[in-house]
């Protein structure tokens, strides 16, 4: 359900880059759809820079991360209703 979410934000803006810009997001999506603690260092930086040039796709990120964490139960300042910052862990 998240990574659906995760994937449409991604591909709404991805219909606006160039090519230039396309060629630079190359591989997002493998990255997007990966959980924070799996991401190797180089995959944390372009998902850095990603957030940064498109905000949406990090704010989507980082919503995503905050429901597995929920989820799995492993989050302790949201425990179902606390709080819902969108600054990830």
Known sequence: MS???VEKVRKRV?????NKMKLKLKNERFVLLKR???LAEADSKNLDKWSDLFPDRGVAYSF???FFDV???????FS??????LEPN
């Open 3 to 5: 990574n659906e979410a």
């Open 14 to 18: 991805t219909k606006s880059p160039d």
């Open 36 to 38: 924070h603690h799996d």
């Open 64 to 66: 995503k991360e905050r």
């Open 71 to 77: 989820y799995a139960g492993s989050d302790p300042v």
């Open 80 to 85: 179902w209703g606390e709080d819902m910052s």
